[in-house]
């Protein structure tokens, strides 16, 4: 269900607040928040059959963020996985691109998640037409040939995006207004500057909303034809799981850095006491939702046997490779759809690199590649022992940069006899299957040859054919966000869901709770070492005593905290999350402050191209970049709304 671009195209079902921007009051005195309908009888029409308010509710679903593309997603683009320097004319460099530079305001904010300015989601906008949805079919008298079932599920539907908008809004501002209801046209001026909300209160709101929400959902999709993308009950309880782990951490778990934060009456609206209580509702929301999906035969994806043997280094990257591109496979729980005829593409041309020679022109990526992953991305995978390469006990990492010549031993991730970094030598599965590096093997369905898999591998340096399409500025691609397929004969990328949730991140977020709650030991062990063996490495207990120059960092509460944390960067990269994360877990203001590295990709020879150098300084401004501001203008039109601190 392709909800972005089919449903902008039917406009007259797309009810649009005719006053402009949802967050001002206009001459007509509409009020903060447009929750009062302004067109009766176009609203009417469309509850007229089943047809059409079906059309409206997948005008609900049309608000979901387009995470396909970089240029929008914030948890990809304004963590410290990639980057992109600006200015370029080859990728769009405003907005969510220029948060890396610090140019977020007050004036005309990026990413505004309230009105949808600035490569936002207008999520108020998403909640005024869900609450028009859930007013006019949740009326028995409304949409005569619209049977029970359909109705009862539809409701559910947009019960849940309405949660979800809530959500977004609350994973970036905290404390939010709740839009539970529209208010009537009769409504008072006074009455409509509604008020931010405690941030308990906003998550028990979407927590029993999703509850709700789940209750009539389908356990699974039966009409596949049709409805993928559509919203199931393992989605809903798998977003109350995110929603509560988030809860429970320290960006909103006793953190008195926003202690001062008060309603304009008064009313706090941070709680600034820790709840051990929190931990443990989030862990067994994340274990409901785990048993139910893997009810549903969802399960951790491995790649199926080729006709062509393949060897055992390839059909493990392939696994990790796949679980994010492969479509519709068995570990996803939740895929978006929206944009994906072009934002699935747009990405993947951000991360294919070009490897067919013979052919090399830049019009095989359009030019898009120059987002690409940092050094300090390919630093976080583990080495070969599964354990951080400066915890090695083994490994030796002190140079990066040092040059060395890759072994017939090595050409399932090298190509054999080519000189590349230390940095690309003896690393986890996971490294080689997600990042694409100059020298590196890229395996792909259409391989020439399958006898040694490694035909196709990337030449990224200044005066070498694949330079005739850009090469990311810091000189990594992102290899796993490409669908295997892609063809680089008709330049052909095939459509995949974007991986809003699958179940690795629920074996992560389980582990993570239920570390909190009872300390590192069995089930928290369990799920990590699910994942590592899906990742073609040795269990965390394995690694750490064989490996590690702190062989009991995994028997502590901190030090299996450090682990999880680093286990999800790895496991979800490119697939936004991380810059969520980073806020949620308070350690953004250490892990995006500082410079931005890569190698120098016009380097000609590896001595020269095997060079650390810097693109940008960046600063996190703690506290106040842990909240997003709200735009001036909404404050002056709401009496009642507060700025988030420091803005």
Request: hydrophobic share 40%; proline share 6%.
């Amino acid at each position: 269900m392709n909800t972005h671009i089919n449903l902008h195209s039917t406009g007259k079902y797309l009810l649009l607040c005719s006053l402009g921007a949802l967050l001002s009051v206009t001459s007509c005195k509409k009020a903060f928040l447009d929750v009062v309908p302004d067109n009766i009888a176009t609203i009417d029409n469309a509850f007229t059959s089943k047809a059409e308010a079906e059309k409206y509710l997948f005008t609900c679903y049309s608000y979901m963020p387009v995470n396909y593309d970089p240029t929008y997603n914030v948890g990809l683009s304004a963590s410290d996985e990639v980057f992109v320097l600006d200015p370029t004319n080859n990728i769009r460099s405003t907005n969510v691109l220029r948060l890396d530079y610090g140019d977020q305001n007050t004036s005309d904010p990026i990413a505004n998640y309230m009105t949808g300015n600035r490569d936002g989601v207008a999520c108020y906008q998403a909640i005024r037409d869900c609450n028009i949805f859930l007013e006019n079919v949740g009326n028995p008298g409304k949409v005569a040939d619209l049977d029970i079932d359909t109705r009862t599920r539809w409701i559910a539907e947009a019960k849940f995006l309405k949660a979800y908008y809530h959500f977004l809004m609350f994973r970036a501002y905290g404390p939010i207004p709740i839009i539970d209801k529209n208010l009537p046209i009769s409504t008072p001026i006074n009455d409509m500057y509604i008020k931010r909300q405690p941030v308990d209160s906003v998550v028990s709101y979407i927590s029993h909303l999703l509850d709700n929400a789940a209750t009539d959902l389908p356990v699974s999709i039966a009409n596949i034809s049709s409805e993928l993308g559509r919203i199931t009950k393992p989605v809903a309880l798998s977003l109350k799981a995110k929603l509560l782990v988030t809860a429970a951490s320290p960006l909103f778990n006793g953190n008195s850095d926003f202690g001062s934060l008060k309603s304009k009456d008064g009313i706090p609206l941070f709680n600034t006491a820790f709840s051990a209580a929190k931990w443990q509702l989030a862990a067994d929301a994340c274990k409901a939702a785990i048993d139910l999906s893997e009810a549903q035969g969802i399960k951790l994806y491995v790649f199926p046997q080729q006709n062509v043997p393949l060897s055992p280094t390839t059909m493990t990257q392939m696994s990790i490779r796949n679980s994010m591109s492969e479509p519709w496979n068995s570990e996803l729980v939740w895929g978006s759809t929206s944009g994906v005829s072009w934002g699935c593409t747009f990405l993947q041309r951000c991360g294919i690199g070009q490897f067919d020679f013979a052919n090399a022109v830049a019009s095989k990526t359009g030019g898009h590649p120059l987002l690409g992953p940092t050094i300090k991305m390919a630093k976080l995978f583990y080495t070969s022992n599964g354990v951080p390469i400066d915890e090695d006990k083994t490994l030796d990492f002190s140079n990066i940069a040092a040059l060395r010549v890759a072994s017939h031993a090595e050409r399932f991730n090298i190509r054999e006899g080519e000189t590349t970094a230390r940095l690309n030598f003896d690393r986890e599965p996971r490294y080689y299957a997600d990042l694409g590096f100059d020298r590196g093997v890229w395996y792909m369905a259409n391989s020439p040859s399958k006898s040694d898999e490694n035909t196709f591998w990337l030449m990224a340096r200044g005066s070498e054919l694949s330079q005739s399409s850009p090469v990311p500025i810091a000189g990594f691609y992102m290899k796993k966000v490409v669908n295997w397929h892609m063809d680089w004969n008709t330049v052909t990328y095939p459509p995949y869901p974007f991986p809003e949730i699958r179940l690795a991140d629920l074996y992560l977020l389980y582990a993570e709770a239920l570390n909190e709650v009872q300390g590192p030991g069995g089930e928290v062990y369990d799920y990590i070492n699910r994942i590592r063996t899906r990742a073609g490495l040795q269990s965390v207990q394995t690694s750490w005593t064989t490996y590690s120059r702190n062989p009991t960092k995994y028997t502590t509460k901190e030090g299996m905290r450090a682990i999880i944390q680093r286990e999800r960067a790895i496991e979800l990269c490119f697939e936004g999350h991380r810059y969520w994360d980073l806020l949620r877990w308070k350690t953004a203001a250490q892990e995006l402050s500082g410079n931005i590295t890569g190698w120098v990709v016009s380097g000609r020879t590896a001595d020269l191209y095997y060079r650390e150098v810097s693109f940008l300084s960046r600063h996190f401004v703690a506290p106040r970049d842990y909240l997003w501001p709200i735009k001036e203008s909404d404050l002056l039109a709401n009496p009642n709304l507060v700025q988030n601190p420091n803005w």
